[in-house]
């Protein structure tokens, strides 16, 4: 486990985080379907498999009352009631003997018949007389206060509602069904009644249905959708898309097929399930708590749960070697590139399986073997370097003998009077130790200046014809900076080249001036010769003289490529050379143009 926690680094958490986010929602999303799924698919059986016991019950009820209503038939057309209802009692014997046959008539069917609470006879046939037998002979005005008796104008039968039945032990809920007794001749003899006990209809239906366990309610509607009976209380709230104030309104509202199928019992969610419809007989209606369907439910949610988190469990160390195998090699690059900062060139990434860590590992290592032999090439010219300033150090050696040696043959020249000799020799040591003994690249316009007078006084003695030589400075330049042995190449080539098929007297004048009005300021350094002149399509940029392009680069390379050197005729056929240079003035001044020309190389890639 400590290898996973071996690079708690931004970008590793970063991955970590994102992985175990994406993988939580996906697996919330995936037992979200899954859940819903399995609901939707559960709540349908569930509901099927209700509705199949509600038809197998509903059927049972259609039975029931299909029995009821046979034995109300045979009520009906038994020929001993009918007989006996057919003519009047001429004396209350007759009567109280008839009245108790037909009686006893109703006794046997009530012992052999379950479920049925009482039958009643409806009839004026009795007349006068009061009936003996208690709860059993009954007038037509009792049917018409009871308010059913219209009804048997449109139907020879039916049923009543459940409705409230005073009996000794209390008041209790009835539904009823009349069918009316006719004669062979067509004639009304009166109205049989059977009383059944609603409680006792659902309890001969299935006891399960009355069980103090079931939070169900059940509803039962006749064929042409009129209400019978339910277990529903009174005094419930009922909302179905609208509310119910009365048990018998709820047919009305099953009777809508716009009813949803969803509704409120008590603030309960409830749904209704109905047995399809039978033009027979009855209907039953079961309204089931929400909860049930839910219930089913419980087990596949728990383990759902518990599955789901389980995955993210197991999610959790996938993510963290997931982030490691792809957050490593990124390490071992930074752990190599931190080696290298350490000087070490021999370190080497290893490859790795995924292309793209591949690429840059590839690279690494070729970048590593790059420095290390740019390194060894720069050690190598750093060792090439301090040998060439050892060789210079030997070589400013032979100058100083070479001084030395001019010195002495300088003074016997002295010794033996000659004179000539020991000037030209003086001059020459004056040359060789302003041009060499200094090891810097730069002068002062004196040194430089002084250099050119010892070469024209060497050359006068060389030469046979006469060297006017002059010069012009204000004093405040003798100080100023310049490349040395810009001006010997130029008198030369001036000397030799201008004057070496002439026998008159030269001239040569050297002016050094500074231009104020250059930004930054200048220094201008003019050569005028009376020489024969340039040619008249010299150009400088082709001039093949070793000295003069050597003047030119040195120029360019230790001032800047603005600085330069121009050579002109003028209208006296006087040859100019005018070198442009910067106006340096003191160290300072040199140090921060050697920067400025550093920076603008390195800028350039130089």
Aim: net charge neutral; glycine share 6%.
């Amino acid at each position: 486990m400590r290898a996973l926690f071996k690079y708690p680094t931004r970008l590793f958490t970063l991955m970590v985080l994102c992985f175990i986010g994406f993988n939580v929602v996906l697996l919330l999303l995936s037992a979200g379907l899954f859940y819903s799924t399995y609901s939707d698919l559960a709540y349908r059986e569930i509901r099927e498999t209700k509705k199949e016991l509600l038809e197998e019950t509903s059927q049972k009820l259609s039975n029931y009352v299909s029995g009821i209503q046979d034995t109300a038939r045979f009520l009906v057309t038994n020929e001993l009631i009918r007989g006996h209802l057919a003519d009047s009692p001429v004396s209350f014997y007759d009567f109280y003997s008839k009245s108790k046959s037909i009686y006893e008539e109703f006794q046997k069917l009530l012992s052999v018949k379950i479920g049925i609470h009482s039958i009643e006879l409806y009839t004026d046939w009795h007349g006068s007389y009061l009936p003996v037998q208690d709860r059993f002979l009954y007038r037509y005005e009792d049917a018409e206060t009871q308010g059913w008796l219209a009804r048997m104008d449109k139907a020879d039968g039916f049923w009543i509602p459940s409705h409230p039945y005073d009996q000794s032990s209390g008041s209790a809920e009835m539904v009823s069904y009349v069918q009316r007794i006719i004669s062979n001749r067509g004639q009304s003899l009166g109205i049989v009644k059977i009383n059944i006990p609603d409680r006792m209809l659902f309890n001969t239906l299935s006891k399960r249905l009355l069980s103090p366990s079931n939070e169900d309610y059940y509803v039962i509607m006749d064929s042409t959708g009129r209400y019978i009976s339910s277990t529903l209380p009174p005094d419930l709230s009922i909302r179905f898309g609208q509310g119910i104030e009365r048990k018998e309104d709820f047919a009305r509202l099953l009777g809508d097929a716009s009813l949803p199928m969803d509704g409120e019992i008590e603030g309960r969610t409830y749904n209704l399930i109905s047995s399809d419809k039978n033009m027979e007989y009855w209907r039953l209606m079961q309204l089931i708590p929400r909860d049930v369907f839910l219930e089913s439910g419980r087990e596949i949610r728990q383990l759902t749960f518990w599955l789901l988190a389980a995955l993210i469990g197991i999610s959790v160390p996938i993510a963290f070697w997931i982030s490691k195998r792809l957050t490593s090699p990124i390490h071992r690059i930074v752990d190599g590139m931190r080696t290298l900062e350490k000087g070490d060139f021999n370190v080497r990434l290893g490859a790795s399986s995924i292309q793209e860590y591949m690429v840059l590992t590839t690279h690494f290592n070729r970048m590593v073997q790059r420095l290390k032999q740019l390194i060894g090439r720069l050690n190598k010219e750093h060792r090439d370097r301090r040998e060439a300033e050892l060789r210079l150090l030997h070589a400013q050696i032979k100058p100083h003998f070479l001084y030395n040696t001019l010195d002495m043959i300088h003074w016997r020249a002295m010794d033996y009077k000659a004179h000539e000799i020991s000037q030209m020799v003086h001059q020459l040591s004056r040359l060789f130790r302003i041009g060499l003994s200094n090891d810097k690249w730069y002068v002062t316009v004196k040194d430089e200046l002084d250099h050119a007078r010892c070469y024209i006084t060497i050359q006068k003695f060389r030469q046979n014809f006469d060297i006017v030589y002059s010069e012009q400075a204000e004093p405040d330049l003798f100080s100023c900076l310049i490349p040395k042995i810009v001006l010997q190449p130029f008198l030369e080539n001036a000397v030799i080249h201008g004057f070496g098929s002439r026998a008159d007297q030269a001239v040569i004048e050297v002016k050094v001036e500074a231009e104020s009005g250059d930004v930054p300021p200048s220094l201008r350094i003019s050569i005028l010769d009376n020489g024969v002149g340039i040619p008249q399509d010299f150009v400088i940029e082709n001039a093949k003289g070793i000295g003069i392009r050597n003047v030119i680069d040195r120029i360019h390379l230790y001032c800047g490529p603005s600085y330069g050197v121009e050579i002109d005729r003028l209208d006296s056929g006087q040859t100019r050379v005018s070198l442009r240079l910067p106006l340096i003035r003191d160290e300072e001044e040199l140090n921060q143009l050697t920067r400025s020309l550093a920076d603008e190389y390195d800028s350039l890639g130089g």
